[in-house]
Structure formats: C-alpha cells, structure tokens
C-alpha cells in the first residue's frame, strides 16, 4: 500500500522542523511493508495523512482528498495516534536532514495560562514516555517537547537518564522557573546543555523568577547560559517591564510576538523612549521593535 503525508506545517525551509506524528505514522507503515512518501503531489496513494500544528496554516488542508485522515492542534484538538503508533520510534529518515532525536517524555501541564491550548489539549500533566522510546543512539541531541517537564511525575527519572547517557540536550518548549529548587539546579547543571529556556510571561510571577535564577547561579549555571521567553502584546502587554528585568539579571531575552488564531501579530501603541540591550535572537528583537514603532 502507498502512504502519503501531508506536513502542512513546511513552508520554502531547507530544514524543515520535523513532524513527530507523521515520523511515527511511517514508522508504523513502514513496519507493515507500506510505501510512505511525504508531501506528494496528490494522487498515486492509497491512505494519507495531514498533520497541521499552527492555526495560521490549516487552510492548506483544503482541496486534500476527502478520505484524508487529519490530526494536529490546527485541525482536531482532540486528536491522538492509537497506542501502537504513539509508543513507536519515529521514523528520522522521513526527515533527512534532520539530525537530532525528540519526543515527550511527558504530557499535560499543571498551569492553565489563557494564551495555551495546552491544558485543553493534554489535560493535566502526567508521565509518557522514557527517552529511550525515542532517542535514536546515532543522534547526539534529544530535543524534548514537553510542556512542563519539571512538573512531571517521572522528572527525577528522565533527569537520571540525561545525565547518565550525557547525551546534549534541548528543553525545547523551555523549563517553568516556578519549579526550580536547589535539586532541580543541581540536576540541571550536570546536563550537556547549550542553553537553559525558560518564561517570564506575566509580571505576577517577578519574585520566583528572580529567585529561581538565584538557585541556577549557585549551582554552578552562568546568567549568559539562561534564556528566557517573554510573551508579547497578549491582551497589549508591551512586556517591556520584564525585559528590563531580565536585562538586570544578565540573561537572554527572547521576545515571543502573540499570534493570533490567525496568525496575526499585535499591533502595540505604547511608545517605549526608554533603550534596552537585548542579547537574545535579532530576527525576534526586530519583531518586538517593528510592533512598538521603534523600527519600519
């Protein structure tokens, strides 16, 4: 049988993030004898799957056949893959230029931020997976996909397991600063990191992260090694106050641009004549700058 999948989610990228259910998808094909193509012209297959992660791309769904199986946050929230393929390896070369392994080893979050569809999604946090479910050994790195994995029932285990392989790893959707305590700095310190995300999305939440930076440098984590995501201009927070905070505390800042279910970015009016050194990404400094008027 001919399988086709879809990833709606690629645009004109040279390394396109992979998809981690459609990698699962053709492994389990591929384990049956099926032939898998991704994103074929349409025609020539007999089963096929879409895969759309981001709202603002879903509407390349439309003119796929209509036997096409969809899933994905973008096209059905409340879908899953069946247990025989959810708990398979992934199948990298599907992504050829991919060279890292990645996969939950958790799912849920205990927080119900509104600008998450998270909680909606997975439900409260619980255990999912050991890495060893999905790390490929001729892989160097794990990105980790967890929503909130210093909350999970199975931390101390998957903590153990990094760093006893040493194996680098990426907390891809970044760690809750709310969380970390002198166990968890210590762990975090005797992992191969190249940097440590974190999220100071709300000023409510100024004293933890201030305190959690705290436990990080007296285990032994430089300030220039912590980065730290700040949600801009949900419900027209500039989010400049946080900046400037994180400025004062020496780590990266990352402005993160609020889409909306469209895609769209805000469009802040808040004149900011105050100047700031950002040392995070330029591509995402340039974004916060242009939405508050300080550049065309």
Request: proline share 5%; net charge positive; hydrophobic share 35%.
């Amino acid at each position: 049988m001919k399988v086709n999948l879809f990833d709606l989610d690629i645009i004109k990228q040279r390394r396109p993030y992979p998809n981690l259910a459609l990698m699962k998808l053709s492994a389990y094909h591929k384990n049956k004898g099926d032939s898998v193509m991704l994103n074929f012209p349409l025609g020539g297959f007999n089963l096929g799957y879409a895969s759309c992660v981001f709202s603002w791309n879903r509407s390349k769904a439309i003119g796929l056949p209509e036997a096409t199986i969809k899933g994905g946050s973008a096209l059905d929230i409340n879908s899953s893959l069946p247990p025989e393929v959810e708990h398979l390896m992934p199948d990298y070369g599907l992504y050829p230029n991919s060279n890292f392994s990645q996969g939950f080893t958790s799912r849920g979050c205990i927080r119900k931020c509104p600008w998450c569809i998270v909680p909606a999604k997975e439900g409260y946090i619980k255990a999912w997976a050991s890495i060893y479910e999905f790390w490929d050994k001729r892989h160097r790195e794990i990105r980790l996909l967890d929503n909130n994995i210093l909350a999970s029932p199975n931390w101390d285990e998957t903590a153990d397991c990094l760093i006893k392989e040493q194996v680098r790893v990426d907390f891809n959707q970044g760690l809750d600063i709310r969380l970390v305590n002198d166990k968890v700095a210590y762990q975090l310190s005797r992992m191969r990191t190249s940097q440590l995300r974190f999220a100071f999305d709300n000023i409510g939440i100024e004293t933890q992260v201030r305190q959690g930076i705290a436990l990080l440098l007296k285990a032994g984590i430089k300030s220039r090694h912590l980065s730290f995501y700040v949600l801009i201009g949900f419900r027209g927070d500039t989010g400049w106050d946080r900046m400037k905070i994180l400025q004062s505390l020496n780590v990266d800042v990352y402005p993160m641009l609020y889409k909306d279910d469209t895609g769209k970015e805000p469009e802040l009016t808040t004149q900011i004549d105050e100047t700031i050194e950002f040392r995070g990404g330029r591509p995402n400094l340039r974004k916060y700058l242009r939405a508050i008027g300080r550049i065309d």
